[in-house]
Nanobody, 126 residues
Framework: QVQLVESGGGLVQAGGSLRLSCAAS????????IGWFRQAPGKEREYVGA??????????YYAGSVKGRFTISRDNAKNTVYLQMNSLKPEDTAVYYC?????????????????WGQGTQVTVSS
């Protein structure tokens, strides 16, 4: 069992930055990959990126819409994954969720994640 809590959302102007945190509790955190998703009003929840840990090395993946602007990092000692968001755009406005899955592949498959946080609102003003 893994419990996830997101934090760090807020209101920011276009071009600004925010860092979201996903704090996990439960055993064997390092055996889970953590994905970030977002859901804008009236839209489906979409994949943002993911962090996995395999063979002692971290691997990070990003959706094309955020690549080069967002960075995922992971601190296994703190059971926390971060999403650093730079050069934010109004279209990045959404509720952001982190989720956990017990594997290192297919991390963009939203419906296969086992555990979800409650989400944190990010609003980017123009």
């Amino acid at each position: 069992q893994v419990q996830l809590v997101e934090s760090g959302g807020g209101l920011v102007q276009a071009g600004g930055s925010l860092r979201l945190s996903c704090a996990a509790s439960g055993r064997s955190f390092s055996t889970y990959s953590i994905g970030w998703f977002r859901q804008a009003p009236g839209k489906e929840r979409e994949y943002v990126g993911a962090a996995s840990w395999s063979g002692g090395s971290p691997y990070n993946y990003y959706a094309g819409s955020v690549k080069g602007r967002f960075t995922i990092s992971r601190d296994n000692a703190k059971n926390t994954v971060y999403l650093q968001m730079n050069s934010l755009k109004p279209e990045d406005t959404a509720v952001y969720y982190c989720a956990a899955i017990a594997r290192w592949y297919g991390l963009d498959r939203r419906d296969e994640y086992q555990y979800w946080g409650q989400g944190t609102q990010v609003t980017v003003s123009s």
